[in-house]
Nanobody, 124 residues
């Protein structure tokens, strides 16, 4: 099992920044790819950004490319999402996810482990 705990959400004005963190523990040797997803009220959970463990390749949803950056700190067992130039449409609950599968994975169904989510609210 892998445990994921997100933090760093909050209320911010449009144009502002937030950094989300996801600390993971447990059978971390079984973790290969990790990602951030988000879900707004009444909408499907959508992929935001992902990172592969082997070569640290990163990939982003078109809607956040150039504004968000995913990264990880192996020593701290922590995944990050730096969010800049935030927009009201970025408002959602953000989830950290992990899988033992290596590769570029944008489907929620590909991830076995999920955090509890952290709320991000961007005011206009």
């Amino acid at each position: 099992q892998v445990q994921l705990v997100e933090s760093g959400g909050g209320l911010v004005q449009a144009g502002g920044s937030l950094r989300l963190s996801c600390t993971f523990s447990g059978r971390t040797f079984s973790t290969n790819s990790m990602a951030w997803f988000r879900q707004a009220p009444g909408k499907e959970r959508e992929f935001v950004a992902g990172i592969t463990w082997g070569d640290s390749s990163t990939y982003y949803a078109t809607s956040v490319k150039g504004r968000f950056t995913i990264s990880r700190d192996n020593a701290k067992n922590t995944l990050y999402l730096q969010m800049n130039s935030l927009k009201p449409e970025d408002t959602a609950v953000y989830y950290c996810a992990a899988t033992s599968t290596e590769g570029i994975l944008t489907q929620a169904s590909a991830y076995s482990y999920w955090g509890q989510g952290t709320q991000v609210t961007v005011s206009s």
